[in-house]
């Protein structure tokens, strides 16, 4: 079992910046690395970005792509997004997943999810 918990949503304006975070406890050794996925009202799930726990490689959705950075800290069991130039269409619910094959991109590859967080960027 892996328990993962997201925090540092909230409300930002357009072109502000926000950083999620994502603890994990548990059997984190079992899996490889970690993924944030985002879901707005009425949409799919769908990808954001993917790090192994060694830290590299990282992996983007083109739609976030020199905007978001993805790193962990090891040590912690703990992954970071930071969200720069935020624009309207980032607003979501942004989960964090484990899974076995770090750097997949696709959701049936995770095993283990978080609650999420709510992002909403204002224009």
């Known amino acids: 079992q892996v328990q993962l918990v997201e925090s540092g949503g909230g409300l930002v304006q357009a072109g502000g910046s926000l950083t999620l975070s994502c603890v994990a406890s548990?059997?984190?050794?079992?899996?490889?690395?970690l993924g944030w996925f985002r879901q707005a009202p009425g949409n799919e799930r769908e990808f954001v970005a993917a790090?192994?726990?060694?830290?590299?490689?990282?992996y983007y959705a083109d739609s976030v792509k020199g905007r978001f950075i993805i790193t962990s800290n090891n040590g912690k069991n703990t992954v970071f997004l930071q969200m720069n130039s935020l624009k309207p269409e980032d607003t979501a619910a942004y989960y964090c997943?484990?899974?076995?094959?770090?750097?997949?991109?696709?959701?049936?590859?995770?095993?283990?999810w978080g609650q999420g967080t709510q992002v909403t960027v204002s224009s």
């Open positions: 548990g059997r984190t050794l079992n899996y490889s690395g």
């Open positions: 997943a484990t899974t076995t094959l770090g750097g997949s991109r696709s959701l049936n590859d995770y095993h283990y």
């Open positions: 790090i192994t726990w060694s830290g590299r490689p990282t």
